[in-house]
């Protein structure tokens, strides 16, 4: 069953509707223990990156997702900031990230190319993706999704780069690299688009 | 490339759904969850809906209904009307919503934006401010209103709208009082200002009629949001109620059309 990481950040009554629909068993996990029997992992959240990496350590389920992720090879996917969480830090704050995508969180308002863009990056945008990716698998050509952000994940490999989207420069919104995906987008919110990478993400 | 974001703006009345002219004479239009249904089948951009009787009455936010809201919306869901506290918005957040929209509140008290900000973060603090224009002889300008348009209050929209950002606003609703309802289109010069002097994404809302309407708005300022009340849910010269919003392909054209022209 998939679970669903809730360390009290994130929007998980959304991801437990859409799983709904798509008719694929979720539950949250608060504790440790709940995370047991997951067969793949959502690692949500929303706002400061210090605040949302305290949380998760906090929640006392940290060394257990570590385990399933590193150790059984469990899929992850992290959203937003549970996507920007994968790296190894963040402009953002001080904490280290999980650090299971090599990669560094960065700041568009300090890219001179995103620069003078409204801040946050907000509203829909179109994905280019890597040609025969299995995140994207059935997908339309062009894909739009639903960004809510100031801060954007730079990958140190384009081997670990599943999508981009422009915001004055293609920045990497979609990353995967072995069991571990991370999407700064939200497919929870994002029509039929996002619950085509949800179901795709389930299946792998 | 990021696109406009055209939005449904629903208003709350007394547990159902209303569109009022000029902020007043609601009219029933019908359900709000079946509203949200609907905007889900035709995959809007994004769904507003401000209850519009909280801050009158002084209420908390009506919880049962958002989590109902929440639970059915399908796209990012804004939600306003009766938050006046940070544990508030965090709550409503935790129920499934994308951003919270304060009005009333933060004209009284502008820090409350930044401790809302500090709780859920900037990127779902959305700060509504009604707008009217001046009336009487020599009037020019604008001025900020709250509580239904009852209240006005003597600082420059623009201003204020910039105080906001500074206090902690990730996005910036500018609602027109006096085109409420009247779907003659949008105020494009308050629109023009308004985009000129924000860093944050702004939300315009108040006076669509048509698509044109959201064309000349998009052709004016860009890619920003257009919401609309009437238009997404009345057909037709007698207002007959139809919840109705533009085809993919109908807001792919249009925003193309529009965006060549800015």
């Given at each position: 069953m998939i679970r669903i990481v809730d360390y009290g950040v994130g929007n998980i009554q959304a991801f437990m509707t859409m799983f709904k629909r798509l008719g694929i068993e979720a539950s949250r996990a608060r504790t440790a223990g709940e995370l047991n029997g997951a067969t793949h992992l959502i690692l949500p959240g929303v706002g400061a990156f210090d605040h949302a990496?305290?949380?998760?350590?906090?929640?006392?389920?940290?060394?257990?997702?570590?385990?399933?992720?590193?150790?059984?090879?469990?899929?992850?996917?992290?959203?937003?900031?549970?996507?920007?969480?994968?790296?190894?830090?963040?402009?953002?704050?001080?904490?280290?990230?999980?650090?299971?995508?090599?990669?560094?969180?960065?700041?568009?308002?300090?890219?001179?190319?995103?620069?003078?863009?409204?801040?946050?990056?907000?509203?829909?945008?179109?994905?280019?993706?890597?040609?025969?990716?299995?995140?994207?698998?059935?997908?339309?050509?062009?894909?739009?999704?639903?960004?809510?952000?100031?801060?954007?994940?730079?990958?140190?490999?384009?081997?670990?780069?599943?999508?981009?989207?422009?915001?004055?420069?293609?920045?990497?919104?979609?990353?995967?690299?072995?069991?571990?995906?991370?999407?700064?987008?939200?497919?929870?919110?994002?029509?039929?688009?996002?619950?085509?990478?949800?179901?795709?993400?389930?299946?792998? | 490339m990021l696109r406009p974001r055209i939005i449904p703006c629903l208003l709350v009345h007394k547990g159902g759904l209303v569109k009022t002219q000029g902020f007043k004479a609601p009219k029933y239009v019908g359900d709000p969850i079946n509203a949200v249904k609907i905007f889900n089948e035709k995959e809007s951009d994004e769904l507003m809906v401000l209850d519009i009787d909280a801050s009158v009455n002084g209420a908390e936010p009506d919880y049962a209904l958002i989590a109902k809201l929440a639970a059915e919306c399908r796209m990012p869901l804004c939600y306003g009307g009766g938050i006046t506290t940070a544990e508030q918005a965090a709550r409503i957040i935790d129920l499934g919503v994308e951003k919270v929209s304060i009005s009333a509140s933060a004209v009284a008290n502008p820090d409350l934006l930044t401790r809302i900000a500090g709780a859920i973060g900037r990127q779902s603090v959305v700060a509504?401010?009604?707008?009217?224009?001046?009336?009487?002889?020599?009037?020019?300008?604008?001025?900020?209103?709250?509580?239904?348009?009852?209240?006005?209050?003597?600082?420059?929209?623009?201003?204020?709208?910039?105080?906001?950002?500074?206090?902690?606003?990730?996005?910036?609703?500018?609602?027109?009082?006096?085109?409420?309802?009247?779907?003659?289109?949008?105020?494009?010069?308050?629109?023009?200002?308004?985009?000129?002097?924000?860093?944050?994404?702004?939300?315009?809302?108040?006076?669509?009629?048509?698509?044109?309407?959201i064309g000349e708005l998009l052709a004016r300022c860009g890619v920003i949001g257009a919401a609309a009340g009437s238009l997404f849910v009345f057909k037709g010269p007698y207002r007959a109620v139809l919840i109705n919003y533009p085809t993919p392909q109908q807001k792919d054209t249009l925003c193309r059309s529009a965006l060549s022209r800015y």
């Open positions: 990496m305290q949380l998760l350590d906090d929640s006392g389920m940290r060394p257990e997702l570590e385990r399933l992720v590193t150790k059984q090879q469990v899929p992850v996917l992290g959203i937003c900031v549970g996507m920007q969480m994968l790296a190894g830090g963040s402009d953002e704050g001080e904490l280290p990230g999980l650090n299971w995508i090599p990669g560094r969180v960065r700041a568009f308002a300090s890219n001179p190319r995103s620069n003078a863009l409204p801040m946050p990056h907000m509203g829909w945008n179109d994905l280019a993706t890597t040609p025969g990716h299995k995140l994207f698998a059935d997908f339309e050509p062009s894909p739009r999704f639903y960004f809510l952000h100031s801060y954007y994940f730079d990958a140190e490999s384009r081997a670990d780069v599943a999508a981009t989207a422009e915001y004055g420069f293609a920045f990497d919104c979609v990353v995967s690299r072995g069991n571990v995906h991370g999407v700064q987008c939200h497919p929870e919110k994002s029509h039929h688009f996002g619950a085509q990478l949800l179901k795709n993400f389930a299946g792998l | 509504v401010l009604d707008v009217k224009k001046k009336t009487g002889l020599f009037a020019k300008g604008y001025s900020l209103c709250t509580h239904n348009a009852k209240q006005v209050h003597a600082a420059d929209p623009v201003a204020f709208a910039q105080q906001l950002q500074a206090a902690g606003a990730g996005e910036i609703v500018i609602n027109a009082v006096d085109r409420d309802g009247e779907m003659k289109g949008y105020d494009l010069e308050l629109a023009q200002q308004m985009r000129q002097a924000l860093k944050v994404p702004l939300t315009v809302l108040g006076g669509a009629g048509s698509l044109e309407h």
